[in-house]
DNA sequence: AAATACTTAACTATTTTTGTCAAGTATTTT
DNA sequence: AAAATACTTGACAAAAATAGTTAAGTATTT
């Protein structure tokens, strides 16, 4: 249940390996493939949707690779994830691509709405940088603050 | 991403519709089926298992249907969930039951581990009494008093 | 010119989801 | 006892999504 795809598990592993080159060594797609266990073909399928999304830039030619664009405090999970798996809606009526016809009826719209919130504000507290210290679960105030509730 | 699937979304407003007869009268399948734009096969498939996880029990013959074994405050979303879907573990790695082989050196294991748990402690947090009363999405302080942090 | 490295599109096998179908069993009412 | 109502179970199958592979490039630097 409510599983996260392999494409959006590899793309945060390898969004931490490109990282770890911040700001200025490029990491090539091999040493991501390497190092994470994923396919290159595959990884260039990843690499290259974050790259039109912006978050990495690449660099061709010998000892060339991926860069991230901004720094890895700027760069959430939950950016990274809606580019490789879309919105954080948890049901096809909460798509706005495929929307609901029975929402005024609906016992459970709100909910689901809500957890899609929950899931998408924590995904946005934590960043690559917070991988790259060696993440650990944050607890409730600091989450809290980092939310700005 | 992250998508509930329909056996899980049927189940919870299944689950409501036997709610709204408790605390004695059976709400058969065939009106829960009308009601909720599910069909009976699919319905029975999804009762079943509920009530074989105890959530509710049925009572036979004309007059007959389904009841919840608890008061609605007492079932929380989570709890239907769990039984229909599996534990909450958003990768399969952390799936008690598959494991994983590298957790060691895993960047990320931590980061879906939290996530589960925040999912999980959010839909403990929700009852069946709350979709009767008409869900609203609970602001954090009441979220937090309901989780007793 | 050669080596390194990224780019793109098309294709396919596998798995999961989403149901349906069929043949029951159990209970109550008349 | 018979009929009606209602739940029970297991097997099966179509459709969609996931997870990847293959192949044929293009671009850049040394």
Redesign the pocket.
């Known amino acids: ?1 409510l ?1 996260l ?4 598990q ?1 793309g945060v592993r390898a969004m931490y390996e490109i990282a770890r080159g911040y700001p200025d060594e ?5 040493s991501i493939s390497r190092r994470q266990d ?2 290159i ?2 990884l ?2 990843i ?2 949707r974050l ?2 999304a912006g978050l990495i830039k ?9 860069l991230l664009t901004r720094p890895p405090e700027e760069i959430s999970i939950a950016e990274i994830l809606e580019e490789l ?1 879309g919105p954080f809606a948890l049901t096809s009526c909460l798509n706005p691509e495929e929307g609901c016809v029975r929402v005024d009826r609906c016992v459970t719209h709100l909910l689901w709405k809500s957890l899609g919130w929950q899931i998408e504000s924590f995904l946005r507290t934590v960043t690559l940088d917070d991988l790259l210290k060696g993440f650990k679960p944050l607890d409730y105030q600091t989450l809290l603050k980092r939310a700005r509730v």
Chains 1, 2 share one sequence.
């Open positions: 249940m599983r795809s392999t494409k959006g590899y490029p990491v090539n797609i091999k994923v396919s073909h595959y260039e399928q690499l290259n790259r039109r690449s660099v061709k030619g010998p000892g060339g690779g991926y798996e």
